[in-house]
């Protein structure tokens, strides 16, 4: 009998995951149709994956060539001025994704303080010349509220992104915050869209983040 023991936190967990799997049901309208803007939520299902477990991601790009997003809720233990020291700033620096982690990337919402960036959506830029955006920052003209700096990206190749969708890995849903998102705090963010997509969904809002360790 001992090779058919199974913990109840599996029952629990396998439960979950059928009702997700087979009704799916959401109080706002979730989208099937990849656009650069939005937000990728990781579905519950995924577990034990140190970059992408719970993570909300940013989609800042998507053709058929492949997709880009930056993972907007995985705070990293230093700053910006840790990184740069003649960064005068205490600003958060986020895991943005597991590809080239050596590089920093940034994401603003001040386009006329930053020259040569490049438009997402909502108001929402990527990159720019950054000489210029460490003397603003340095002038107190940028507060955390209008940028936000990742080390590394996410990235996937032709039709990875819409494979992982048919596996069920990701929840596409609207940018309800636009360009505020960038100030948005990272605490509880995933659970906070969790409940905000409602329906079956909010099963999961108070699940343990890995239920194999309970």
Same mark, same amino acid.
Do not use: C
């Given at each position: ?11 629990? $967990?396998?439960?979950? %995951?059928?009702?997700? @799997? !087979? ?6 309208? &979730?989208?099937?149709?990849? &656009? ?12 034990? #994956?140190?970059? !992408?477990?719970?993570? =909300?991601?940013?989609?800042? #790009? ?5 997709? =880009?997003? !930056?993972?907007? *809720?995985?705070?990293? @233990?230093?700053? &910006? ?8 700033? @205490? ?7 597991? =590809?080239?982690? #050596? *590089?920093?990337?940034?994401?603003? +919402?001040?386009? #006329? ?23 603003? &920052?340095? %002038?107190?003209?940028? *507060?955390?509220?209008?940028?936000? !700096? ?19 890995? $990701?929840?596409?849903?609207? +940018? ?27 099963? $999961?809002?108070?699940?343990?983040? +890995?239920?194999?360790? %309970?």
């Amino acid at each position: 009998m001992e090779g058919f023991f199974i913990h109840l936190n599996d029952l629990i $967990w396998l439960y979950f %995951n059928f009702i997700l @799997k !087979f009704n799916r049901k959401s109080t706002i309208m &979730i989208s099937e149709k990849l &656009i650069k803007g939005q937000l990728l939520i990781a579905e519950p299902s995924i577990i034990g #994956d140190l970059s !992408f477990n719970r993570s =909300v991601i940013l989609l800042a #790009d998507h053709d058929k060539e492949g997709s =880009v997003g !930056f993972i907007i *809720n995985k705070p990293l @233990k230093y700053t &910006i001025h840790d990184l740069l020291p003649e960064i005068n700033a @205490k600003f958060k620096i986020y895991n943005g994704g597991p =590809v080239e982690q #050596d *590089n920093l990337y940034f994401i603003h +919402n001040i386009p #006329d303080l930053i020259p040569n960036s490049i438009e997402i959506s909502n108001g929402i830029y990527w990159g720019g010349d950054f000489e210029s955006t460490k003397e603003l &920052i340095n %002038n107190g003209k940028i *507060n955390k509220e209008n940028i936000r !700096f990742f080390l590394g990206y996410t990235g996937w190749d032709e039709q990875q992104l819409e494979s992982e969708m048919n596996e069920n890995s $990701w929840i596409i849903a609207p +940018n309800s915050y636009k360009n505020k998102i960038i100030g948005k705090s990272s605490t509880h963010f995933w659970k906070e869209q969790i409940i905000e997509l409602g329906g079956d969904y909010l099963i $999961w809002s108070n699940a343990p983040e +890995n239920p194999y360790l %309970n």
